[in-house]
């Protein structure tokens, strides 16, 4: 799907996320959100474009596959019957192949794309029931879109693209300024504020970007395959960008990617989508060890296990005094990370948490996990 939002569809309003409509609108509500209601709760979502769109949804054509229903209706379900909360504070990542529905799912979560069916909350509030003004502050304030091709202008410097956000909110230039300035040391652009983009890498450029969406300091990033155009390292560096930032802040994430890897290394949890569908939701672990089908176990079947399956998962329960004694390593601890501990220890490792221990590993047990057998039970 192209990366700039203004491309997709009739009924995609024009603004992207950074916001492209003029200064104005509601004031942010100060009320900070509840930490026990998730950022998004979505239930039952439906995207369906062409003729007589809405009326596919809940009837006979619904569980159409994608080419009869294309056939039948001239319609194209880009996102069937999806639900899921996004929790505050996590990287929620949707993954699947091109065309399995991703950038319009993460499009209606503020309506760039305006679902068909089912129901959206942020924070609690319905987002199918806010008007324009509601819409365009959510988008401003609470939810910042950082897109593959960066969407920068080509005429201001680093520091004016970066600051663009915070402009367009009304915040006063010396303010945004000071702000951008901040951000500008955040994401490691010190010295080249003053450069136009085009005198920029495409890893830089992509910093510019990500700076922008972090200036209006969002509720949450939603990026869309942001690194995807970046060559193996650069992105990978992008990648650590992400993971520290997220350290640092907590900030929730929802990040659209088609790479695996990118996937694991940076999702708590990861939704995989094929033809409009999720067909799996879980962590990384949770999806490499207990792939829900044939699809999703043929897709992560050369994930290296050792690197995603923790102890938790590949341990089994002690026996004869073996919880007493011996070196210890935590339950989150990774097989790859725990064989180090069981060949210098030459006995099996006690899985330890607050103080209790929930099994041990031995050589066997790890063995075992990275050929992908189940771990005897424990505890
Ligand atoms: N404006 C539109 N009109 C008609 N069909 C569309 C439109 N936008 C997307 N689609 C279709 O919806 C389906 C999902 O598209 P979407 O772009 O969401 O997938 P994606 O997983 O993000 O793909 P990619 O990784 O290639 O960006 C595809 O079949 C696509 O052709």
Same mark, same amino acid.
């Given at each position: 799907m192209p990366a700039t939002p203004a491309a997709a569809d009739t009924t995609e309003t024009t603004e992207t996320a950074a916001g492209a409509a003029p200064a104005g609108g509601p004031a942010v509500p100060a009320v900070p959100a509840d930490p026990a209601v998730p950022v998004f709760s979505v239930r039952g979502l439906w995207k369906v474009f062409g003729p007589g769109a809405d009326k596919i949804p809940g009837s006979a054509h619904a569980n159409l596959s994608a080419r009869e229903l294309r056939e039948r209706t001239g319609c194209t379900a880009a996102v069937r019957d999806v639900s899921f909360d996004v929790h505050r504070g996590e990287v929620f990542v949707v993954m699947g192949l091109s065309g399995s529905g991703k950038s319009t799912l993460v499009r209606c979560l503020t309506r760039l794309i305006e679902p068909t069916g089912g129901t959206l909350t942020m924070d609690g509030e319905d987002v199918l029931a806010m008007d324009r003004a509601h819409l365009r502050d959510l988008r401003r304030h609470r939810a910042s879109m950082v897109f593959q091709h960066f969407g920068l202008l080509p005429h201001r410097t680093v520091l004016d693209n970066i600051a663009y956000g915070l402009e367009i909110q009304g915040v006063g230039r010396a303010e945004r300024r000071a702000r951008a300035a901040a951000m500008v040391e955040k994401v490691g652009l010190t010295g080249m504020e003053h450069r136009r983009p085009g005198q920029l890498s495409g890893g830089q450029q992509q910093r510019v970007g /990500?700076?922008?969406?972090?200036? $209006?300091?969002?509720? $949450? /990033?939603?990026?869309?395959? %942001?690194?995807?155009?970046? =060559? %193996? /390292? +650069? #992105? #990978? =560096?992008?990648?650590? @960008? $992400? +993971? #520290?930032?997220?350290? @640092?802040? &907590?900030?929730?994430? $929802?990040? +659209?990617?088609? =790479? /695996?890897? @990118?996937?694991? #290394?940076? &999702?708590d949890r990861i939704a995989l989508m094929r033809d409009g569908r999720i067909v799996q939701l879980g962590t990384p672990e949770e999806i490499v060890s207990s792939p829900a089908d044939d699809y999703v176990r043929d897709f992560v079947r050369d994930v290296p296990r050792e690197q995603v399956v923790t102890v938790r998962n590949a341990m089994r329960s002690a026996e004869d005094g073996e919880g007493r004694s011996g070196e210890t390593v935590a339950p989150d601890t990774t097989v790859a990370e725990a064989v180090g501990t069981v060949a210098r220890s030459g006995a099996p490792v006690r899985v330890m948490e607050d103080g209790r221990c929930l099994g041990v590993v031995d050589a066997g047990c790890l063995l075992a996990a990275i050929a992908g057998e189940k771990a005897v039970a424990a505890r």
């Open positions: /990500l700076a922008r969406a972090l200036a $209006v300091d969002p509720e $949450v /990033l939603l990026f869309d395959e %942001p690194f995807s155009a970046l =060559d %193996p /390292l +650069i #992105r #990978r =560096d992008m990648q650590e @960008e $992400v +993971i #520290r930032l997220h350290r @640092e802040e &907590g900030r929730t994430m $929802v990040f +659209i990617t088609h =790479d /695996l890897n @990118e996937a694991l #290394r940076l &999702g």
